[in-house]
């Protein structure tokens, strides 16, 4: 997984396949479940260590762009 800071609001993580198949993931089969895209994005938040910062915040944005060798995450 790496980080990329845009800005001071927003953040891109790259998940790469190994990272999914860390946490046994599969993207595709997680999309169908709410409370699985909630869990595994808010992990990916705590472990970039960037938890505190998105806090105090009222709603958090999540962009996924898939790419062909890592998914594209901008918090």
Not at 2 to 7: A, G, Q, S
Not at 18 to 30: A, C, G, K, P, Y
Not at 55 to 73: A, G, T
Request: hydrophobic letters at 45%; zero cysteines.
């Amino acid at each position: 997984m790496e980080l990329e800071r845009v800005n001071e609001n927003t953040v891109k993580v790259f998940v790469f396949p190994e990272d999914l198949e860390e946490r046994e993931v599969n993207f595709v089969e997680m999309m169908s479940d709410q409370s699985k895209v909630e869990e595994f994005f808010f992990s990916i938040i705590d472990e970039a260590g960037i938890k505190d910062e998105f806090e105090n915040s009222e709603v958090i944005s999540f962009q996924v762009v898939p790419k062909r060798d890592s998914i594209e995450i901008i918090i």
